[in-house]
T-cell receptor, first 112, second 113 residues
Framework: NAGVMQNPRHLVRRRGQEARLRCSPM?????VYWYRQLPEEGLKFMVY????????ESGMPKERFSAEFPKEGPSILRIQQVVRGDSAAYFC??????????FGQGTRLTVV | AQSVTQLGSHVSVSEGALVLLRCNYS??????LFWYVQYPNQGLQLLLK??????LVKGINGFEAEFKKSETSFHLTKPSAHMSDAAEYFC???????????FGTGTRLTIIP
């Protein structure tokens, strides 16, 4: 059973471009969470999704950020018109119907 | 609402010495508590979790943590530090099983040879 797979591991974008981060949950996991880790800080919750539904997006910036978890395929975190302040590590976690969330290795986004 | 405070952003211990990483939480509901470890440029790995069963929780790599409701604490300990324990450690809290995790700011553990 492969773990949570995130790609790409590293992503460089110029200011104003779009960034697409992908997350494939563990097999059998229907809950996906996205977190952002700024340099020298802890992880901050962004959004919680189940298949085709956003359950909690209280941590998502109101503009430029969106997330989806379609019926088929990976979850996508999309950042439009990136700015330098979006540079961070973005982690995805998945869980089944219990308490334990398994984390991916993250995507490190650098905006230049 | 929940929050986590990790006292000490950096902790250094000698190899073979006791490791103690502190975590205090605040939660309006009975909490689920977690400790995660992060190695450089890696994701988070679950060390252990408290889910309202036994108050002393044993995890991987010889770590354990004790839930003390009266002190709202969930400190992480290991009797004897190993060089491979050098990493960043995060305490986290959630209100139920399938809720978001609220993380502390982390403690970077350095092991002195």
């Amino acid at each position: 059973n492969a773990g949570v797979m995130q790609n790409p591991r590293h992503l460089v974008r110029r200011r104003g471009q779009e960034a697409r981060l992908r997350c494939s949950p563990m097999k059998g996991h229907s809950h996906v969470y996205w977190y952002r880790q700024l340099p020298e800080e802890g992880l901050k919750f962004m959004v919680y999704l189940q298949k085709e539904n956003i359950i909690d997006e209280s941590g998502m910036p109101k503009e430029r950020f969106s997330a989806e978890f379609p019926k088929e395929g990976p979850s996508i975190l999309r950042i439009q018109q990136v700015v330098r302040g979006d540079s961070a590590a973005y982690f995805c976690a998945s869980s089944p119907q219990n308490t334990e969330a398994f984390f991916g290795q993250g995507t490190r986004l650098t905006v230049v | 609402a929940q929050s986590v405070t990790q006292l000490g952003s950096h902790v250094s211990v000698s190899e073979g010495a006791l490791v103690l990483l502190r975590c205090n939480y605040s939660s309006s509901v009975p909490p689920y508590l977690f400790w995660y470890v992060q190695y450089p440029n890696q994701g988070l790995q679950l060390l252990l979790k408290y889910t309202s069963a036994a108050t002393l929780v044993k995890g991987i790599n010889g770590f354990e943590a004790e839930f003390k409701k009266s002190e709202t604490s969930f400190h992480l300990t290991k009797p004897s530090a190993h060089m491979s324990d050098a990493a960043e450690y995060f305490c986290a809290v959630s209100g139920t099983g399938n809720e978001k995790l609220t993380f502390g700011t982390g403690t970077r553990l350095t092991i002195i040879p």
